[in-house]
């Protein structure tokens, strides 16, 4: 049997888990983290099992490169340094964990599992920006898509919730944790994507804007602030922290400041705004799964997102929405046309799976 170490590294959060095959032997969280490499060593003891066959690390941007899990060598890694200025919250912190597994443990396989990966069937129409196409194929400028691994899982449990064969359900995922993105998942693939070029666009984050004005940089370059500085501000002072001066939801729920409700209302509204742009996209919608730490535990979130969507089709039973769980559930009514799901996604269970597949290749 073998015996796998998953590191998840977000922009907030570091999660890892332990895996005999499916079987979860250990699992931990560190949330709210700003030091990503300290709170990766502070994990140093998991790395010692002498059972371990190999370590299986989310990476979050892989570009044109990476559409499958990747055995990591030095070009691998080079590949992934290079990616840095189009994930500079994320890759930097993924690196930091590849390094400490190899300074731990140099005799075990390090397995790549990209964001990006599930989203390499985007077709074009949806994948490329309406620029100067020599720019663009010059500077690698398309949609990309992030939390492609969370995207893949929750769909296919999404279609195993709901007893469809995963080829045949058309589903719109709403990945909502620190980063969110929104994904059109047509009979398994997916057709479209919030985030782009970066893990900048689409949804309002807990720190980032999502869809802006293109206007927006370079008028607040002319203004006097560097390209650096407008970077900083989308990355990291914007989205929720940028609003409300709070970037976690549980916080941003809690208070009664104005700016507060107006944060609220605003991430709410725009990913109201991909439902129905991802209906359209779709044409036929089975089902909306909502995900990760917000689109899981917040029921007012849910609630908010699709309030007065029942012309759609698109309808939330409340006292379901109220149950706290950590199972995957239905939180429509019974018969409504589209199904609203609440589904846990498990990143770690996909991404062990998907660093197994390489080594027994
Ligand atoms: N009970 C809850 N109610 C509302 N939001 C929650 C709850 N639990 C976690 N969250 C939110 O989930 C977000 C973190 O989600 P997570 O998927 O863990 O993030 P990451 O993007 O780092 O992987 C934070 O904004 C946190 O406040
Ligand atoms: C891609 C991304 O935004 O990831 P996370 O939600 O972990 O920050
Ligand atoms: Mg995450």
Redesign the pocket.
């Known amino acids: 049997m073998s015996r796998v170490l998953v590191l998840?590294v977000?922009?907030?959060?570091v999660?890892y888990s332990v895996f005999d095959g499916d079987d979860r032997l250990d699992t931990g969280?560190t949330?709210r983290v700003t030091d990503h490499a300290a709170a990766i060593r502070a994990l140093a003891a998991h790395f010692e099992d002498p059972a371990l066959t190999a370590i299986g690390h989310r990476v979050v941007h892989g570009g044109t490169r990476f559409s499958a899990p990747t055995l990591i060598d030095g070009t691998v890694e080079a590949a992934i340094r290079d990616l840095i200025p189009l994930a500079p919250l994320h890759n930097p912190a993924n690196l930091a964990g590849i390094e400490v597994a190899r300074a731990l443990r140099p005799d075990l396989p390090q397995v790549a599992v990209f964001d990006t990966a599930f989203h390499r069937t985007i077709p074009e129409a949806a994948a490329t920006y309406a620029i100067d196409a020599a720019v663009a194929a010059e500077h690698g400028i398309r949609r990309y898509g992030f939390h492609g691994t969370s995207h893949r899982y929750v769909s296919r449990r999404t279609a195993a919730l709901l007893g469809w064969p995963f080829a045949e359900l058309n589903t719109i995922v709403l990945h909502?944790?620190?980063?969110a993105s929104a994904t059109a998942v047509r009979g398994g693939v997916s057709v479209d994507t919030s985030m782009g070029l970066s893990p900048l666009e689409g949804l309002v984050m807990?720190t980032r804007p999502g869809d802006l004005d293109p206007a927006i940089p370079g008028h607040l370059h002319r203004a006097g602030l560097t390209p650096d500085e407008v970077e900083e501000l989308l990355n990291r002072r914007s989205g929720l922290f940028g609003l409300a001066g709070i970037?976690?939801?549980?916080?941003l729920?809690a208070s009664p400041a104005p700016e507060a409700a107006l944060a609220f209302d605003v991430y709410c509204h725009r990913i109201r705004k991909y439902v129905g742009a991802y209906h359209a996209v779709l044409g036929r919608l089975d089902a909306i799964a909502f995900t990760?730490?917000?689109g899981?535990?917040?029921a007012v979130?849910r609630a908010a997102v699709l309030a007065g969507l029942e012309p759609l089709g698109i309808e939330i039973d409340a006292a379901l929405n109220e149950v706290p769980s950590r199972q995957a559930r239905i939180i429509s009514p019974a018969g409504a046309r589209i199904a609203v799901c609440v589904v846990p996604?498990d990143e770690e269970l996909e991404i062990a799976a998907q660093t197994r597949s390489v080594l027994t290749a």
Do not use: F, H, Q, W
């Open positions: 998840n977000g922009s907030s959060s999660k969280l949330e909502l944790g620190n980063g807990g970037s976690d939801m549980r916080d729920l990760a730490g917000v899981e535990n917040s979130v996604t």
